[in-house]
């Protein structure tokens, strides 16, 4: 290879990470909205929802939502953003949105169906705020992927800090001033997510200018329906896999247990957000760039760096949670603290498993997926009946962690199909320092000592980095 050719590659790769560097600032405050309000609002409702069983009860109400949610939506979310993101012609955007459309409001009208048949013959408490929950979480998800799809990234972000502004203003009103306890929860998330949309489609028009009930959606909706279809087994077992935890705790340890393990969920459900932050950037980024000559080296380069900053937010978030955890949550949760280091190293484990997800992505290549999750969801399963009874919610994360180590290693290895990446051994020092730092994070008190301790170690991370990488991270910091 030429010296200019070199130069071509080194600029090319210098301004796709800008590019994905400006992609992870969009999503970032587009995921500001919805999910990282869940986190944000979890001292409130731990103040003022006083029983732990009250709060394990929505959990339980919101883990069933998210069994469902992909079955509402048929796993639209990602169809609609991934036909739409590489599709130039206007005429066919047209029939992809008129598709979503037409499929949305079938599954409301089922949804709405079901729900007065239970209605009518069991008796559910919180049926109806359920299902509104389950709508409006559907709605939001596939129509923002919709709006980024067509390449309209101000309204993706505009839903998501309208979302989150709705959600924290009603909590106030709802929960904290009306004392309407978990209700309360459940009407400030299903108004404050519709009223977003319904106000965001309001100014943009996106959704109702490529809408047509007369255009012919035969053919791709068939070819989307073929790419979201597979997902569906996946999507239970991933819900088995990272969700399923909290009817096995409600089983066995009740509810109490599950409301205390929630609030440590949503605490290292901030380490998630990020992860999908990540998700979004690198997946419109993966599949731009799947057929580049130098894809392999650009992909194995971006999965190293990615290791690198999950192990400066873990480390980072747990050890700020950890000293101000006494005022953030009221004392009938502060038990959960001891649940936060190791739900957050399987959050990076799952982080890192889903950054693979882009192979079968990129190639649309669904069904190969199934595999691998399928395994994944069985090893969980089997262990949280194993493990439950003798080590109680230790038993619930053991699990967890066990499983997406099964399933980073299957599809590790099954990415070769797609795209071969090499790892770099200056990644098994975030690795070490991630593992290792679970020792200070239960043995050392005081705040000094733990705020040192985090400082050394993120410096620890950060001196192993390539310069190229410390150099763009504090470009970024100093523009």
Known sequence: MTTTSIDNNNTSASSRMSKFMKDIGVYAIGNIGSKLITFLMVPLYTYFVHDTSDFGYYDVCLTVCLLLLPFFTLQLRDGAFRFLLDCDDETQRRRIVSFVARTMLSSLFVTLLVAVVLALFTHIDYLGYTVGLLIAMSLQEVYSQVFRGLGNNR???????LSALGIGVFSVIFVAYMGWGIKGIFLANIIARVLALLLV??????ITRHTGWNINIGKVGWEILRFTL?????SLCWWLTGSSDRLFIKHFLGLDVNGVYAVAIRFTGIINTLAIIFYQAWQETAILQYHSPDRDRFFSRMFNSYIFLLGIILVGYVFMLKVNYNWLVAPQYHESLNYIYPLGLSAVLFALSAFFDMGYQCAKDTPRTLPAIVLAAIVNVV?????IKPLGVYGVILTQFITYIVLFTYRWHDMRHYFVLRSSR????????????????????GVVINIVYMALAIGAIIAACNKELRDLILSKFTK
């Open 155 to 161: 309204a993706f972000v505009m839903v998501g800090i």
């Open 201 to 206: 489609e309001a100014k943009v028009r996106l």
């Open 230 to 234: 597979p997902l569906l087994p996946g």
């Open 383 to 387: 262990l949280n009946f194993l493990l």
């Open 426 to 445: 200056r990644s098994l020092v975030p690795v070490a320092v991630m593992l290792v730092s679970a020792i200070p994070f239960y043995y050392c008190d």
